[in-house]
C-alpha cells in the first residue's frame, strides 16, 4: 500500500490516511492527506477496511506555530483596521485548521459505523482543508500569514473529552461548538461588509454555507446512534451538553440556519430558555 500523503492519490486505507493526517505536525501535509484521500476515494481506490484499536487521542499532532494560550489572552481588535482583520481572520483559520484535525479524528476514532459515516467526515475533512486554504490566502494577501497570532484549543479539547462515545462527539462537536459558527458567522460577514472588505466576505460566505451542511451531519449521525440505541436524541442532546458544559448554551441563536443544519423546533425552544436570564 502506497504511503499517505506520499504522492499522487493511489490505492490507500482510510484509516492509514487518518493516522497520517492526524500524526503529522506539519500544516501542508495535513491538507496534502487531506486532499488526495477525497481523490482516492472519488477514484474509487479507498480501502474502508479498519483493523485493530484506535490509537489515543493524545497521539494527535498540531504544528508549532501558533502559540495556544488561554482565550482570555487573545488580543482583541477593532474589524475597521487591517490588524483587526487579520485577527478576525487568523481565528477563523485556527477553526477552519482544527476542524480538519476533528473530521479525521470523528472518522478514526469511531469504529463499527455504516460505510457512509466515514464517507462524510472525509469529505468534510476535504472541505475544511478547502476553507483553511481559502482563508490562509486572505491572510496572506493582507500581509499575515497563520501562526502569526496565538490561538485558544476549545475545539480540540472538547474533541478529547469526548473520544469516548460518538454520540457525544457529534452531539458536542458538531451540534454544539461548531454550531456557534452558523449563529456568530453572519454578524461577522456583515461587519467585513459595512468596512468594506468584500472578498473576506466572499471566503466566509463559502465557509457558512458548507458549515450547515457539516452540522447537519453532526444531527444525522446523532439521531442515528441515538435510534441505535433507543434513545431519545433531544433529551440525550441536552443531557450531554448539562454533564460536559454545565447546560452552558449561549445565544442569540441563528434559528433559521440551525433548522437546516438538523436542529428541532423542541431543542431551538430549550436552547433558547437555557439562554434566558436565571
Known amino acids: 500500500m502506497k504511503e499517505a500523503g506520499s504522492g499522487p492519490a493511489g490505492a490507500g486505507n482510510l484509516q492509514a490516511y487518518a493516522e497520517h493526517c492526524l500524526g503529522s505536525p506539519e500544516v501542508e501535509t495535513k491538507l496534502a492527506v487531506s486532499h488526495e484521500a477525497w481523490r482516492a476515494c472519488l477514484a474509487g481506490e479507498l480501502d474502508f477496511g479498519i483493523e485493530g484499536e484506535p490509537r489515543p487521542i493524545g497521539f494527535a499532532r498540531f504544528p508549532e506555530r501558533p502559540r495556544r494560550v488561554d482565550p482570555r489572552e487573545l488580543p482583541r481588535r477593532g474589524i475597521n483596521t487591517v490588524d483587526?482583520?487579520?485577527?478576525?481572520?487568523?481565528?477563523?483559520?485556527?477553526?477552519?485548521?482544527?476542524?480538519?484535525?476533528?473530521?479525521?479524528?470523528?472518522?478514526?476514532?469511531?469504529r463499527g459505523l455504516p460505510q457512509d459515516y466515514y464517507l462524510d467526515w472525509l469529505r468534510v475533512a476535504a472541505e475544511e482543508a478547502e476553507h483553511f486554504t481559502l482563508v490562509r490566502q486572505r491572510l496572506r494577501e493582507l500581509g499575515a500569514d497563520y501562526g502569526d497570532l496565538p490561538v485558544h484549543g476549545g475545539l480540540w479539547?472538547?474533541?478529547?473529552?469526548?473520544?469516548?462515545?460518538?454520540?457525544?462527539?457529534?452531539?458536542?462537536?458538531?451540534?454544539?461548538?461548531?454550531?456557534?459558527?452558523?449563529?456568530?458567522?453572519?454578524?461577522?460577514?456583515?461587519?467585513?461588509?459595512?468596512?468594506?472588505?468584500?472578498?473576506?466576505?466572499?471566503?466566509?460566505?463559502?465557509?457558512?454555507?458548507?458549515?450547515?451542511?457539516?452540522?447537519?451531519?453532526?444531527?444525522?449521525?446523532?439521531?442515528?446512534?441515538c435510534d441505535q440505541c433507543g434513545i431519545d436524541p433531544e433529551v440525550e442532546y441536552f443531557a450531554l451538553v448539562d454533564r460536559h458544559l454545565r447546560g452552558r448554551a449561549r445565544g442569540p441563536f441563528n434559528l433559521e440556519?440551525?433548522?437546516?443544519?438538523?436542529?428541532?423546533?423542541?431543542?431551538?425552544?430549550l436552547l433558547e430558555s437555557s439562554d434566558a436570564p436565571r
Open 84 to 110: 483587526g482583520r487579520v485577527a478576525l481572520l487568523h481565528a477563523v483559520a485556527h477553526i477552519e485548521f482544527s476542524a480538519i484535525q476533528l473530521a479525521w479524528d470523528h472518522l478514526y476514532r469511531f
Open 157 to 225: 479539547s472538547m474533541a478529547e473529552e469526548t473520544a469516548y462515545d460518538v454520540a457525544a462527539r457529534m452531539a458536542l462537536v458538531p451540534r454544539f461548538m461548531e454550531a456557534r459558527g452558523l449563529d456568530v458567522t453572519p454578524g461577522m460577514i456583515e461587519r467585513l461588509r459595512r468596512a468594506g472588505d468584500p472578498r473576506s466576505v466572499e471566503v466566509l460566505e463559502r465557509i457558512l454555507h458548507d458549515e450547515v451542511g457539516h452540522v447537519a451531519l453532526g444531527s444525522r449521525w446523532f439521531r442515528w446512534v
Open 257 to 269: 440556519l440551525r433548522r437546516r443544519a438538523g436542529f428541532s423546533d423542541r431543542e431551538l425552544e
